[in-house]
């Protein structure tokens, strides 16, 4: 059973840091980019960030861009978010998601596994 279990989420000041997990088990993935997203109530499931194979090459959402650090240790099946400079928009759950392939792509419906997400919270 192939299974994305992400963690680290938690309550945070703004301007704080954190920094999220999500380990891959039942197959490996390291020949699929990874990514993540988020959603907060009412709202989309939006892009935050996305890392290929290798780890050569990363995109990010406008938003995030600056702030989030992706990266990836595939002798682990691990990919990581560095969140710094935290702000309470960023306030939402956190989604790993596999891809089919190595492209990085911005759209949700490309990814076809996901985690059960972690929550971040950032209070004012």
């Known amino acids: 059973q192939v299974q994305l279990v992400e963690s680290g989420g938690g309550l945070v000041q703004a301007g704080g840091s954190l920094r999220l997990s999500c380990a891959a088990s039942?197959?490996?993935?390291?020949?699929?980019?990874m990514a993540w997203f988020r959603q907060a109530p009412g709202k989309e499931r939006e892009f935050v960030a996305g890392?290929?194979?290798?780890?050569?090459?990363?995109d990010y959402g406008d938003s995030v861009r600056g702030r989030f650090t992706v990266s990836r240790d595939n002798a682990k099946d691990t990919v990581y978010l560095q969140m710094s400079n935290l702000k309470p928009e960023d306030t939402a759950v956190y989604y790993c998601a596999a891809g089919p392939s190595s492209a990085i792509v911005r759209n949700r419906t490309w990814y076809n596994y996901w985690g059960q997400g972690t929550q971040v919270t950032v209070s004012s």
């Open positions: 039942g197959r490996t993935f390291f020949r699929n980019s």
């Open positions: 890392i290929s194979w290798s780890g050569g090459a990363s």
